[in-house]
């Protein structure tokens, strides 16, 4: 049993907008005890793939790294490229972002969302995710005040959080020490309206059952709603 929450509730989520002073966008969130800087650049050129086909929308795509003493043994640097599981997250962060922001308005242009955790003690991708909308928030407020936007790009609010079983019990928002020892391990991203944008994770050691999934899913989405009303009186 937690000694600190109980099963359903979040660790304390703070976030600092604007915390680089050189990215069009950015964000710190502290997530418990994991910490996760975003920033977002707006590059005006498309990717090499998208370029000769007259795009009519723009593109995000997003990086994620961990840096080497923000766990509790060092991490070797990615130099040469990146890993199995860093290409997984930055991915799911990008698919992520993409579904709720209009690339209509950045025709021609891609949004670089980087995403490095400072300091890790579980769900670094879910506060990641979390840290990149949080960060993309901050550069549509500019951009729309500075005049470069003339509409509002993002469509929807959208977080993540990750939800687990440890010893028959269901947990959202697993620590380190709840997620090493989880039977049961999802990460949830979804809007404030409750609806799913992605569902990544499973069983660790053995199938669940379709009923159990579904409900780990149902309190996922309603963990996200309430990060998301967390973060929502922050980005202001």
């Known amino acids: 049993?937690?000694?600190?929450?109980?099963?359903?509730?979040?660790?304390?989520?703070?976030?600092?907008?604007?915390?680089?002073?050189?990215?069009?966008?950015?964000?710190?969130?502290?997530?418990?005890?994991?910490?996760?800087?975003?920033?977002?650049?707006?590059?005006?050129?498309?990717?090499?793939?998208?370029?000769?086909?007259?795009?009519?929308?723009?593109?995000?795509?997003?990086?994620?790294?961990?840096?080497?003493?923000s766990t509790q043994e060092r991490s070797s640097r990615?130099?040469?490229?990146?890993?199995g599981r860093t290409q997984e997250i930055q991915r799911l962060i990008g698919r992520s972002l993409r579904s709720v922001v209009d690339l209509g308005l950045f025709r021609n242009r891609t949004l670089i969302v980087d995403v490095d955790v400072l300091q890790a003690d579980g769900g670094t991708r879910c506060a990641g995710i979390t840290a990149g909308y949080a960060a993309l928030h901050h550069a549509a407020t500019r951009m729309?005040?500075?005049?470069?936007?003339?509409?509002?790009?993002?469509?929807?609010?959208?977080?993540?959080?990750?939800?687990?079983?440890?010893?028959?019990?269901?947990?959202?928002d697993l620590q380190y020490s709840e997620d090493v020892v989880a039977a049961v391990d999802l990460n949830v991203v979804a809007t404030?309206?409750?609806?799913?944008v992605e569902i990544q994770g499973g069983g660790e050691d053995h199938p669940i059952p379709a009923e159990t999934f579904v409900q780990l899913v149902a309190a996922g989405v309603t963990g996200v709603k309430r990060v998301l009303d967390i973060v929502r009186p922050q980005l202001s």
């Open 1 to 69: 049993m937690r000694q600190d929450r109980d099963a359903f509730s979040l660790r304390d989520i703070r976030v600092t907008p604007g915390y680089s002073r050189y990215a069009e966008g950015s964000a710190l969130v502290e997530w418990g005890d994991t910490i996760v800087l975003a920033t977002v650049t707006v590059d005006n050129r498309l990717p090499p793939h998208l370029r000769n086909r007259r795009a009519k929308e723009g593109w995000l795509t997003a990086e994620y790294a961990l840096l080497p003493r």
């Open 78 to 83: 990615e130099r040469l490229y990146a890993g």
């Open 192 to 196: 404030a309206k409750e609806e799913v």
């Open 144 to 172: 729309v005040y500075e005049g470069a936007l003339s509409e509002w790009p993002l469509q929807h609010e959208v977080a993540a959080v990750s939800v687990g079983m440890v010893d028959g019990q269901t947990l959202v």
